[in-house]
């Protein structure tokens, strides 16, 4: 089995940056895609970037290109969320994600992964 966990999250005034990270234990994640998602209060979860296995490919929403930045480190088991002039919309819980299929590429279906963390709160004041 797979655990992450997430961490980085707090608050953040509008235009700040907040870098998260998510560990993974129990089972090597090196070989799996990653995603981040996340989910405000009262709306469903969204997509928000993924990573290919080896880190080659990236992938993100068209709410969060050119400020957020998905990265990993094979060696150390951790995939990072580099979110940069963030606004208040950004205001969700994140979650990291892993697909749980060998050498996959970039996946933004939510229904692919197959382990999830517990999420790090993230709040933008105006």
């Known amino acids: 089995q797979v655990q992450l966990a997430e961490s980085g999250g707090g608050l953040v005034q509008a235009g700040g940056s907040l870098r998260l990270s998510c560990a993974a234990s129990?089972?090597?994640?090196?070989?799996?895609?990653m995603g981040w998602f996340r989910q405000a209060p009262g709306k469903e979860r969204e997509f928000v970037a993924s990573i290919s296995w080896s880190g080659v490919s990236t992938y993100y929403a068209d709410s969060v290109k050119g400020r957020f930045t998905i990265s990993r480190d094979n060696t150390k088991e951790l995939v990072y969320l580099q979110m940069n002039d963030l606004k208040p919309e950004d205001t969700a819980v994140y979650y990291c994600?892993?697909?749980?299929?060998?050498?996959?590429?970039?996946?933004?279906?939510?229904?692919?992964?197959?382990?999830w963390g517990q999420g790090t709160q993230v709040t933008v004041s105006s």
């Open positions: 994600a892993a697909d749980g299929v060998p050498w996959g590429t970039v996946v933004a279906d939510s229904g692919k992964y197959d382990y």
């Open positions: 129990g089972r090597t994640v090196s070989r799996y895609a």
